[in-house]
Every structure is written in C-alpha cells, then in structure tokens.
C-alpha cells in the first residue's frame, strides 16, 4: 500500500521557518517527480515545488523563490521542504505529491502551515 505521510506543520510568525517532511512508503519512488502543493481557502491548489530523480534543478513557483527549498533523501523515501521568511499569504494546507504518470501519482494526506502576522 503506497503512502505518503506529511509532517512538520504548524503555527509560525511572519518570519519564520519551518520545514515539511513527506516520508513514501509502499514503493520506492527514486523516479517520481516529488513536489509540494498547497491550497488556501478559496482558492486552487497550486504547485510550490518539485524535484525529479536526475540531478536536475528543481521548479519553484515564483512566490517562493528564494524562501523555500525543496531537498530528496533518497535513501529514506522523503521529501522536504525548508521554508524561511514565511509570509501570512504563506497560510495553506500543504500536500506532498509523487508523480511518475498521470496514471502512476499519489497525495498525501496535507498538513496544515498557518502564518501569523
């Protein structure tokens, strides 16, 4: 049974960090694109970051670049994300995704990041 177990949300001040985990098991996912996504009340859900398998640059949508880094640890099947200097418009259930195909992707279940200001 595939999973994806996200960890490490919570409450923060403007201005803090926090860093998500997303431990996969029930497979291994070396050649999935892994990526994070959140989605705020109201609105879509939309890609934060990602990162291949190859040694490829990873993809960061534009409202993050430079606060967020998303990091693999192949080795134990998870997936990170470090975010610095978060921002109240950073307040989002964010979800951690594994993608090889449309027919072959998995969520997890979110976890919840709320930033005060």
């Known amino acids: 049974q595939v999973q994806l177990v996200e960890s490490g949300g919570g409450l923060v001040q403007a201005g803090g960090s926090l860093r998500l985990s997303c431990a996969a098991s029930?497979?291994?996912?070396?050649?999935?694109?892994m990526g994070w996504f959140r989605q705020a009340p109201g609105k879509e859900r939309e890609l934060v970051a990602s990162?291949?398998?190859?040694?490829?640059?990873?993809y960061y949508a534009d409202s993050v670049k430079g606060r967020f880094a998303i990091s693999r640890d192949y080795a134990k099947n998870t997936v990170y994300l470090q975010m610095n200097s978060l921002k109240p418009e950073d307040t989002a259930v964010y979800y951690c995704?594994?993608?090889?195909?449309?027919?072959?992707?998995?969520w997890g279940q979110g976890t919840q990041v709320t930033v005060s200001s």
């Open positions: 990162k291949g398998w190859s040694g490829g640059s990873p």
């Open positions: 029930g497979r291994t996912f070396r050649s999935y694109v």
């Open positions: 995704n594994a993608r090889y195909s449309s027919m072959n992707e998995y």
